[in-house]
Each structure stands twice: as C-alpha cells, then as structure tokens.
C-alpha cells in the first residue's frame, strides 16, 4: 500500500521560512512527478509547486520566487522549501505523486499538513 505523509507545517512568523517534507511509505516505481498544492480558507485547492519528470519544476506565480520544490527520487520524497512568508500562504498543503501504469494516471495524495502564517 503506498501512502505520501507530509511534516513539517505549523506557525511561523512573516517573513519567515519554514521546509515540508513529504515521504512515501510503501513499495512503488519512482513518481512521474511530485508536488504540492495548498488550499486556504475559502478557496479552491490550487497548486504551489511541482517537480516533473526530467527535472522540470512548475511554481504558482504567487510563490515564484519565496519557494523552491526539490525531488529525492530514490526515496520518492519530495520537499518545499519557503522563504518570505506572507499571512496568504496560510493554508493546509497537501502532497501529490503521479504514476502512470499502463497508459493510466494514478494520483497519491497525502493527508495535508496546516501552514499558518501570523504573528
């Protein structure tokens, strides 16, 4: 059975950082892809950041630039790193893993991990 587990939320004070980890338990091929999307109060769920196959990385223009996601492929883990938070980036954040089995697309999501930014 294969599961994603975020860590590393909590509070922390604008303009301040703070590092998600998201592991993967379970025996499974390396992810297609890995990222993270977040949904704040009120909102719709959207992404922050992804980590493609190749390398290639896509990022919300709302965090380019604070936030950097990185991949350990051999663990299929990947990582969010903040920088500069602001109180917007209050939100749960939520891990994804993408497989593709056989021309099928499966998506892993983790459980969430709550983001808040205040002071």
């Known amino acids: 059975q294969v599961q994603l587990v975020e860590s590393g939320g909590g509070l922390v004070q604008p303009g301040g950082s703070l590092r998600l980890s998201c592991t993967t338990s379970?025996?499974?091929?390396?992810?297609?892809?890995m990222g993270w999307f977040r949904q704040a109060p009120g909102k719709q769920r959207e992404l922050v950041a992804v980590?493609?196959?190749?390398?290639?990385?896509n990022y919300a223009d709302s965090v380019k630039g604070r936030f950097t996601v990185s991949r350990d492929n051999a663990k299929n883990t990947v990582f969010l790193q903040m920088s500069s938070l602001v109180p917007e980036d209050t939100a749960v954040y939520y891990c994804?893993?993408?497989?593709?089995?056989?021309?099928?697309?499966?998506?892993?999501w983790g459980q969430g991990t709550q983001v808040t930014v205040s002071s």
């Open positions: 994804l893993g993408v497989l593709f089995v056989a021309g099928d697309e499966y998506d892993y």
């Open positions: 379970g025996s499974t091929d390396s992810f297609y892809r």
């Open positions: 980590h493609t196959s190749g390398g290639s990385t």
